[in-house]
């Protein structure tokens, strides 16, 4: 990986002659990669947290509750946080901008934690350091909370001009950027036609999300008197999670609009021609949502911490312990959120959602609180609970539910129960369960 360096120089005046600074002018800062990014303040240890969403904000808050002597840092590039549950609903205007985004820097001070804006490009483990674009952080504990990243390469190779212009001209908003503005632009100006909408294989970010985003999207074409056509194609046999309410949903509220055709594995995009070729037949459109398979995070690849078969071939996700979310190589550091790897052979991974990665930080927080006070670390599980809305008037959701235990050998089970009868409590008890995370956090 390469380091970036950052030089600083003061302008150079009238037909480029070199002037050196007097005793009056402080000399500026030289940043490159050694800098140190942020001194030590206190005694107690540095807890350093890459990845401000669910995951990171919530983990600094509670570190920094239970370890108040702690020197608790958050990085993360973005200056706002822009919360993923509830931005399909911002599509259509069922909630506004200020329900999704929210300052950062009020709720450091809040909780009296370290906020700074900055990219993270690299570790050294060895060290215990985290590289930025503004210099070096060391740490004792380190958290990694960055979510996912688009894997465009597994559409395109090494193709990166195919891959921008996917993510330009048909971006997923899936990573919360400038993606869902032009997402939603695209959708508030769609004149009609067939949009497709590409599933990633499991295990994606929020897994009912897709479906939802279609349903509401539809409702908007419908009200609208817009004459759309939207395909999901996705790879898996069957809709999944909340299979019956959303197949209710489509034939029910959105027959015309929306198809779901299954086993539909990506094989060809064409982004130019507006192409694409699946294991379910080939489809041409005139808008796309093209969301290709997920990855763990940009930060994990660079921490090399990625999951690696018998032959070192690597996988997709961290390579982290199913029982405490340490890296299985590193005790010292901590992978929560989207990007952790594989739990039990009954369903795979968690689901990589916000309710989970809410939960994974606050376990995480108390098992550091454990180690730091030397006390025994005892093992907690996460549960999950997404409600998902698919009709706008009336306002109705439908839900689902994970939850996690021990079995007699120790491994973790998953029991799933889908709400499939939508209903107008659910989008309630949605508005109540958002309201208590943020409150948890922001």
Known sequence: MKRRSFLLTPPALALGSLVLPNKAIAAPLAIHSNSTLLARRGKGPRIVICGGGWGGLTAARYLKQKLPEADVILLEKNPTFWSGPMSNKWLIDVVNTDFVNHDMIGVANKYDYTLIN??????????????????AIDYDYLIL??????????????????AEFTRKHFPNAYIPNQEMLTLKEKVKNFKGGTIVMTL??????????????????AWYFKKHNIPAKILILDPKPIIAPITEGYKMAFSELYPDIIQHIPNATVQEVDPYNKKIKTAAGEFDFDEAVLMPPHQASDMVWYADLIVKDDKGKLGDWADTDERFFTARDDDDVYVIGDS?????????????????????????????YERVKEQEVIRVLPDNLCYMMVNAE??????????????????????????????????EDDLRWIKSKFDDFL
């Open 145 to 162: 909370a960055g979510g996912i990243r688009n894997n465009y390469e597994a559409w395109f190779g090494e193709d990166r001009e195919a």
């Open 394 to 427: 009336p306002r109705e959701s439908i839900a689902v539910f994970f939850e996690y235990e021990l079995d007699a050998s120790g491994k973790v089970i998953q029991t799933q129960i889908d709400m499939d009868v939508r209903n107008s409590d659910f989008v």
């Open 118 to 135: 900055v990219e993270v490009t690299g570790f050294e483990r060895d060290k215990k350091i985290v590289r930025t674009a503004r210099g």
């Open 200 to 217: 990633p294989p499991p295990p994606h970010r929020c897994p009912p999300s897709p479906y939802e985003r279609a349903c509401l999207m």
């Open 340 to 368: 952790v790897g594989f739990i039990s052979d009954q369903f795979g991974y968690y689901p990589k959602s916000a309710h989970v990665a809410n939960a994974m930080a606050k376990i995480v927080a108390q098992n550091i």
